[in-house]
């Protein structure tokens, strides 16, 4: 597998978060959380970014954006004893 870093950027940040844990049964339990992530912004090449010039030359073409995520979760845990 070949592998090329056309363009390389370093984002710092910081992530939260928490959740709760509810009992619906004996051995099952319902898991619900969140998540932050805030990151500082983010330049990067999506595919279609790094272009051949007709001179021979390559012209990139980088995006930028805000790196910041949130995600929930949801899920059921069971106790096999």
Excluded: C
């Excluded at 009992?23 to 595919?47: C, F």
């Amino acid at each position: 597998y070949m592998h090329t870093t056309n363009y390389s950027d370093t984002v710092l940040g910081w992530r939260f978060g928490g959740g709760f844990r509810f009992r619906v049964g004996q051995r099952t339990l319902i898991d619900v959380g969140v998540h932050k992530a805030d990151n500082q912004v983010a330049t990067y090449l999506t595919e279609g970014d790094v272009v051949d010039e007709r001179d021979g030359s390559i012209a990139l073409y980088p995006n930028t954006s805000d790196a910041d995520l949130m995600s929930f979760r949801l899920g059921v845990s069971f106790a096999f004893r």
